[in-house]
């Protein structure tokens, strides 16, 4: 039988977790982000699944959207960094993507061209990352207006803190876009967290990314509270089997040293398939239907787990999260969020797809 490793992706899920967003904001279009191969669950996968009920997609980089053409995916594509050079802004206008801008050269590289552009000025709102500032807004979307190739002017902007409810920088923020009320253009500022706990900020699209993915987007928040059901379940299997004595170790450098008899499963699968090697001993790990704690170091094709106090035989299957344990509890045992979990699973892993 071949390594057992793999990420079993629910569509069926990750279509009520769009659903719950569009729901939340029922007055907003929902772009689904799928950036990064779909937060590493599959994009063209994950596309297919939504493309009979979404908006549309956003991505990060024109390369993304043009693999969201390619694969035939036909809905309006936003591209969240907008182009990297002239020639991409030809690629947009061939492909029919929308583009963001975020800095003058942006609008220079279109002054030439002719078509039909869909653009979304970015807002910096406050979080100092990408973004024309509020003054500026007025100015550069007269400029667009004037070139030959812009069919649409709208504003986005990024919140920094909205997976903590209640912090003052989100209302801050939200000031912000307000003040460029008076220019009436379509709008969109939410991410997952904003779509849940801002209702203020659903403006004309929502951009709902890690809620599709069933993870909490809200620190503190459980994803089942929320109604959001994962879509990931990382799954391997029992390859070995043995008890060790009090004072025998496990694994690189001695970390577990067990203090009694102690039966240590041996799991396939290790930080060469993604899994953290960050995982703090005691991180769940769910074997025969139970939690069992992580002992010694994660090593690249295997773990080790203490299953001393259940049942557990040869070939048995360990769910690394998803189905009976939360990415987000195993998260923090790595000190980490569930993006990044989600994103740096391998290539080793086998995608299987449920629900199509
Ligand atoms: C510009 C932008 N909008 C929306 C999202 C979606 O965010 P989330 O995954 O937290 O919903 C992201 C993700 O980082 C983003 O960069």
């Not at 279509?15 to 689904?32: D, G, H, I, P, V």
């Not at 005691?282 to 080790?304: E, F, H, N, W, Y």
């Amino acid at each position: 039988m071949a390594r057992a490793t793999q990420a079993i992706i629910n569509l069926h899920a990750l279509r009520e977790n769009y659903q719950l967003a569009k729901t939340s904001a029922a007055n907003s279009r929902a772009y689904a982000v799928i950036k990064a191969n779909a937060y590493g669950h599959g994009v063209l996968q994950v596309a297919n699944a939504l493309s009979g009920m979404a908006d549309g997609f956003a991505v990060t980089c024109v390369e993304e959207a043009v693999e969201l053409r390619q694969g035939g995916i036909l809905l309006p594509v936003l591209v969240l960094e907008g182009a990297m050079d002239e020639q991409e802004c030809q690629i947009a206008l061939d492909l029919d993507l929308e583009l963001v801008v975020h800095q003058r050269q942006q609008v220079a590289w279109l002054k030439d061209k002719t078509g039909s552009l869909r653009i979304w000025i970015k807002v910096d709102s406050g979080m100092h990352r990408l973004g024309f500032a509020g003054a500026e807004v007025p100015a550069v979307a007269s400029d667009l207006r004037n070139l030959g190739c812009v069919s649409q002017v709208q504003l986005m902007s990024h919140f920094a803190c909205a997976d903590e409810e209640g912090h003052a920088f989100n209302d801050y923020q939200i000031q912000q876009m307000q003040i460029l009320a008076p220019m009436k253009l379509p709008w969109s500022m939410s991410n997952s967290a904003a779509i849940l706990s801002l209702p203020q900020a659903h403006g004309d699209l929502i951009r709902p990314g890690i809620m599709l993915f069933g993870s909490s987007p809200l620190q503190g928040r459980d994803a089942s509270d929320l109604q959001l059901s994962h879509v990931m379940t990382l799954q391997s299997n029992v390859i070995a089997l043995h008890t060790i004595g009090a004072g025998e170790s496990v694994g690189y450098g001695q970390t577990f040293v067990a203090t009694q008899d102690t039966t240590i499963a041996v799991v396939a699968i290790g930080y060469g398939d993604g899994y953290p090697r960050s995982a703090k001993p005691g991180t769940p790990v769910v074997i025969a239907g139970q939690k069992c704690p992580l002992v010694g170091r994660v090593s690249m094709d295997m773990i080790t787990v203490d299953v001393s106090q259940c049942q557990v035989k040869l070939g048995d299957s360990a769910t690394l999260w998803g189905m009976g344990l939360s990415v987000d509890e195993v998260a923090k045992f790595c000190d980490t969020i569930s993006y990044e979990l989600f994103c740096q699973l391998t290539q080793r892993v086998k995608f299987q797809y449920l629900g199509r």
